[in-house]
């Protein structure tokens, strides 16, 4: 075989299947896949933690000490106590939050991103009905995309998503005969718009799932990155009917490239998800080094540093948008008061994917609206991420952006 | 909520699901999740590397090693050098195997098990005809039922997947109209029988991929691993219009416990693979580690030893069924020249799943054969993994069976 074989006939026929199928086997549009970004470039599109933040020292440390106390099992199929360890770690940690659980309502999966896929293979059959709020994480919308969902997304505002209009397309979808197989949401600094679900919609929501009979997927990858403000329960610890399935991860807390999440929800839909998996088990070399990083040092310390961390990032761009696009001329942003994302609304007239390329040319990329609304809308938005650059590379980044934006203005 | 609390009314939805998808997306059915076994079982069912075999020291030192060399970059999304040295390393060993490749022909993966979903889920469309061995792994065999592919197996002898009976069932499909999407083959070793497919039953198979077009996939895991006879070219190497996909995996010379495997092959199929994963990217820690050790120790040198090691499990094995279980009146076995598997065939009479429970009270495990068969068929058969146990371990385990079998011949 050489390096650029031809395509076979099998090809032609895989590209000419039906649209609705192809699109949930291509790669979504992204602007950023389609320019090539500076050597300098202020990369503020992708959800990254800072490189400083990864605990090189203590995760070498870990590795060392886990393999000579647990010896071989960790190396198996399956994994052995640092698999086991890790999960009593995270269910005493889940119920400290109010969501108390056993071994029946845990899967640990690679990143919360893998969770996401396996309810959604086993829930959704092509055309089942999913809602998200409007706009949400591409991932996770790609992800139910990808099963053939009919996704529908109702806006979201200060408050997070608006029930209102959840429940229109729920009593919509009711009339037709049909059911949401479930809705989708982020209820802490939200990905992309950074704003947290209040209180009151919370209860609202969790109303609506038993009136209209549905299951919540609450990911709450940001939760515990908190910089200000009070901590709201997750829909998981106010849930009273077992319709909430909750995603966590140790992406933002400790680092993406162990790829560790976990799923907590009802045993029966946990047995249902892991039966379709034949993968040997999650990373049981991966989940023991975690587990002994969890268990000598101290997680709730850690994560106290990287909201502290993460608000002075936060600040920097806040800070920089202020002085370099101030808001007005139907420019805003929101305000955060936790997780990765600022959401940057331009006037209606500017189009987040006409001024990609002129953003990369000129050394700053973020993702554009469109790619995180079910519906391609949200054309005049762009997510901007804090978390990845220090303050100093933020406010050049933030900079470099208004260069290409004012002139639209 | 409580740890067991009430199944959602949506679950009941779900079971009542037509029954082709409901058993695409359900535990399928094998004897060994339904007994307990005894402390001192003698696993002989999964195939499990020797614990003995996994490099504890080394990879400890390999991980020390990368992070500090590599720094931050292992922890991040998508990795760094470590993942880029191991897709080189990889791409370099495949290329000495015959098989050279590049970047865009390669994807690193959870194990092979990954890679095979990838490849069902890209070009499998419900109903879509897959044609494997008779028997073949259950894994790979469920990932195709679960994507609700139409399973058709052609029968395996001592040189492998016998081609007249394929070409039969592309001809019947040519008949209809239809054309398989894959054939999937283990050919060195094979999963469960341990046989090997001959030279020319390879050239026969690709002739046949060009005349009925179709994919191969061949699934590599246990081609390392020969103790005697003489390597045969891969279908890869030998692969002129571009239609074999080659798995290749960790798990069976280094630790299944890294979670690693990959895939080479068309880069338009890969690239297509690549895009229905969200998941952030292959473990780059992992990656990262595997690296480490790959580039610092001599993966050869320790495969040469696992060779020898395997061998005196393989004979320990057939010496052990010689002696307590003699062929003839209705039993035979194969005589694997590599790899981790003994099959087992016992008189018509004798089912399987039958003797399964009383073997585990006489303290051993095995698999029974029809979890191997696309059709539920060959009851008679049973899958020995000779790969997890030391020589007196096997020895005793093969007794127990024999002890149990032998009342019924």
Known sequence: ???????????????????????GRQ?????????????????LAFGYPFPGSFPIDDLTKATGEMLKAEGTSALQYGGGPGVTGLRDFLLERMAKRGMPAGPDNYLL?????????????????????VITEAPTFFGGLRTFQMQLADVKGATVDKDGMNMDELEIILASAEAAGKKAKFVYVIPNFQNPTGTTMSLERRKRLLELADKYDFLIAEDDAYGE???????????????????????????????PGVRLGWVIGPAPLIATMTATR?????????ASVVNQYCRSGDLD????????????????????LEENLPAGKGVSWSMPEGGFFVWLQLPTHVDSREIYAGAVANGVSFVDGPVCFPDGGGKNFVRLCFSFNDSEKLRQGIKRLAEVVAPKL
């Open 278 to 286: 034949i993968d040997g088990g999650t990373a049981p070399f991966a």
């Open 1 to 23: 075989m050489s390096a650029n074989q031809p395509a076979t006939p099998q090809y032609e026929a895989f590209y000419s299947l039906p649209a609705q199928k192809r699109a």
């Open 225 to 255: 990155l908190r910089f200000e403000g009070e901590d709201l329960p997750t829909l998981k610890s106010m849930d009273k009917s077992g319709r909430v399935v909750h995603f966590g991860t140790f992406s933002k807390i400790i680092a």
């Open 109 to 129: 999966t690679y990143g919360s991103a893998q969770g996401l896929e396996l309810l959604a293979r086993v829930l959704v059959d092509p055309g089942d009905l």
């Open 301 to 320: 310390k850690r994560i106290a540093w990287l909201r502290k961390e993460y608000k002075q990032r936060r600040d920097a761009m806040l800070g920089a």
């Open 27 to 43: 790669p979504a549009a992204r602007g950023a896949g389609t320019v090539k970004p500076r050597p300098d470039n202020v990369q």
